[in-house]
Every structure is written in C-alpha cells, then in structure tokens.
C-alpha cells in the first residue's frame, strides 16, 4: 500500500507541475498579444471546484460588486458541502444559490485562478476560442478574443504550451546533471561482457563479448537504449576475448521484438546467490548462500540471465484461458543444484520468482561532472536524443505488439520508483515533458497541434476556416482523444490481469 502511495504522490506531482507549466505557456503567450483569458485551472473541475480567485486584487479591495449567478457551471465545493448539511437537518432556508465567496468571471474582471477536484489535466479558457470547453461565438468578435488575433499570433498562443514543455525538459535535464552529474559504467568496464539470445548468436554473436559501437557510434555505456541504435545499424564492433572485430547486421530490426524475453543483448549477470528469503521456493529447494544452479526443469542455467529468462518463460505461458491448475502446473519446477545428486521440485511463487537475491557485478562506476555553462548544452542534447527515439519508436505503435504496449494511467505511475528519489522523480518529470509536448503538438483538431495547423493552413493560404468548421474538427478531435485514452487505460485494465 506505501509503494503505491508513493508512486500516486510522485505522478501526481509530476503530472501536476507539467500540466500548470503548459498551460501556463498558453497563458503566458495570450497575455503577450494582449488576448483575454478567463480561466486558469489546474485539475479538473467538473460540478464544482475547490478554490477560485480573480487576478484583480484593486477591484477586490474596493468591494465592487462580484456576485453572480452561476447558472449550471457548478459551485464552490466546501459551499455544496453546506448545502448538503442544510438539506439532510432540514435547514433549507440556508441554502444558498449564489456562490458569495466565490463570485463567477466577468471578463471584466481579469482571469479567475482556480484548483479542480480531480487531479487530471487543467485548463487555460481562452476568450474566443472553440476548444473542448464548447463556448458558443454567438456574438460578434472583440478586439481581445482569440479570433480576433492575426494568424501568427493564434499559432504562437497554442504553440506556447509545447514549447514551454520542450524548454522545462532542457532545463531539468541540465539542472539534474548540474546537481548530480552522469554516473556510468564504461562498456570497456563490463568485464563479463554481455548475453545474446538465439538470434543475436544467429546473426554472429556470443556470450561475453561486448558491443563498442555501431556503424560510426561509439557506446561510451551499455544501456537500453543503445538497442534502438543497435536495430537500424548494419555493423556492430565488437571486442571479443581482448581481440576487436566487426559483425555484420542485417538492419531494420523491430526494436519491440528485440525487446522480448530473453532480449536481443542484455548485460550479463553471473548466478551468485548471496541471500535467501525466508519461507521461499528457493529455501525449500535446498539453496544456500553460494549454491550454483545447474539447470531448470533439465533446461542448463549458466547465468542470472538463464535463471529470469527461463522462469519469464514459465510465466509467459499462462493465458486468459489458463486454470488455477495449470497455473500450479507451470510454476512447479525442478531445480538442479550442483553437488546434489537429485533434483528438487519446489512450487514457484505466484509472480514466478524463486526468492532468492543475486548479488550484481561491482563494476566500476564513473561519474561524468558538469559545470554551470556545461550542463546547458548537455541537458539540450539529451533531451534531443530522448525525443528523437520517443519519435523513432512511434512506427511500432501502428503494429500489433506495439498497439499492445500502449499504457495509461497506471503504466505511466509505473514508472516512477517505489521509494522517493529526488533524481529519478526530475528525470522522468523531463521525460514525461517531452512526451506531453510531443503528443500535444500532433495534428490532431482538439490538441495543440491541431490549432496550430489551422493556423499555418491561413497563413500560407490566407483563408481563414469557418467556426462551424472548426468546431466539428473539435468534435471530431475530441472524439479521436477519447477513444484513445479509453484504450490505452483498457490496455492497463487487462494487464492488471495478465491479460
């Protein structure tokens, strides 16, 4: 329960800051061509709210009158609160109509700042402007609305949101590397080397050597991401047994497959139990601190690697359709240790783990520091290369696998750890900014990128599009947006169940 309410907290957080500072960059560009915005809301405000207040502090102190009433756009919570209390004693005669305390915008009267009760999303309301609030432009254009700006300007207002996305990842990026530098490990440093699955060997790997690089790439470390490199590359240089040599690659390989249990390439982890859990598969089995396991249901283990790939395997096997006992059936295994003559057949846990803690490689780890000045150029780069992949790697949603892999709320609060770690939250806080900005700028009529589009299409062609126009593209985007999201939470859904 902690773990989870930890990773809420730290998406939440996330999700929060990210959400203020877009619309924040919307904002900050209507105001700059002097175009009115009425509502600045962070969260989701649906029936009511949990706080509102107006920018015009003077026209507060001077007692003007503010009071409205709010017809069917909702209340004040703490004021519906009241009123349900009035109405359950019978005090109906206290029941109040009007929100006093939290008076209703006049555009006269400057933007109304407010919180939301569901903590997704917020919003900046935007004088003039068909958007998903659906306000209807009945009445003749101000000089203040939206659509009253020249084109140029309409773009740069819905542009602001992502470029003022773009901008926060550069600059989380280069403070994270300010504040902590870049700890790695050397690929040279690997001396284990690494662990290829069969088609990796297939195509001339083996077991131990490492990858310096491809084509013309020098990998300073190994991580996950050199994978992508490694996919449309047509030559990998490797060093193997201290000898450096080439192996050629058949390109254009699908990154979601190379992906899969057991991967393409994986660092290599020597089997080295240090510790037993108590009460564990791994206990019952006889293992000790130091045991080496030889084998898997007669499948040979030579490595950690082995041991995850083979039980991945196991749990892989289990389907929709799957019984309770055959559940039971795949997670009772044989485990072979050497120095024991027989085998010892011991029932997995249900997430398919053994119990056991294997001590990881004490590589050496070096750390990259950076100064003031350096960090900028760094953090910029690094964001660059974090968008270029996140783009790269957008072919594979349109494919079966990676239609799949698309995740929702759930997926994205996934990913942040379960202990609180100020440097992990801020380096995916830019990663998850980079893909707001990103997906917000597509061309979709009702995101970002979709007014803009509509923008750019008058200033090239210098025809302006209907209302009417834009406001069933809206709809349409809306629709598109709603569909998406329902599927990506549905993929959350079944994964849940192992679906």
Partial sequence: METILIKTLQFILSLSLLVALHEGGHFLFAKLFKTRVTRFYLFANWGFHLFSTYDNWFRRLLRRPLITE????????????????????????????????????????????????????????????????????????????????PAWQRLLIMLGGVIVNFLVAFIIYAGVLYTWGEEYVKTTDMTYGMKFNERAKADGFKDGDLILGVDDQTFDDWNVNHLRDLSNASVAHVQRDGKKLDVQLPGEMNLLEMLEQPRYVDALVPLHIDSILPGSPAEKAGLQRGSIITAINDQPVNDFNDVQNQLAALAAGITQESTHADSLRARTVLIYIKGKEQAAKVQLTP????????????????????????????????????????????????????????????????????????????????????????????????????????????????????????????????????????????????RLFGI
């Fill in 70 to 149: 709010r017809g069917d756009e909702g209340q004040n919570f703490f004021q519906w609160l009241k009123n349900q209390y009035y109405q359950l004693t019978g005090q109906k005669d206290k029941i109040q109509t009007k929100n006093i305390g939290n008076k209703i915008y006049k555009p006269e009267h400057g933007t109304e700042y407010g919180i939301g009760w569901l903590p997704i999303g917020g919003y900046v309301s935007i004088a003039g402007m068909i958007d998903e609030t659906n306000q209807q432009l009945t009445t003749e254009p101000q000089p203040w609305e939206f659509r009253s700006k």
């Fill in 351 to 494: 997430e398919f783990t053994l119990g056991f803690v294997n001590k990881m490689p004490d590589y050496k780890v070096t750390t990259r520091e950076y100064g003031l000045l350096e960090s900028l150029p760094a953090g910029v780069a690094y964001a660059g290369n974090i968008l270029s992949g996140y783009v790269s790697d957008l072919k594979y949603i349109f494919t079966k696998k990676g239609a799949r892999s698309v995740g929702g709320f759930v997926s994205i609060g996934n990913i942040f750890p379960a202990e609180w770690d100020w440097y992990k939250f801020w380096m995916l806080t830019a990663f998850l900014s980079i893909i707001l900005g990103f997906m917000n700028v597509l061309p979709i009529p009702a995101l970002d990128g979709g007014h803009a589009l509509f923008a750019i299409y008058e200033i090239v062609t210098g025809r302006k599009p209907s209302d009417k126009f834009l406001e069933r593209a809206q709809y349409v985007g809306m629709f598109l947006l709603l569909g998406l999201l329902i599927f990506a939470n549905l993929n959350d859904f079944l």
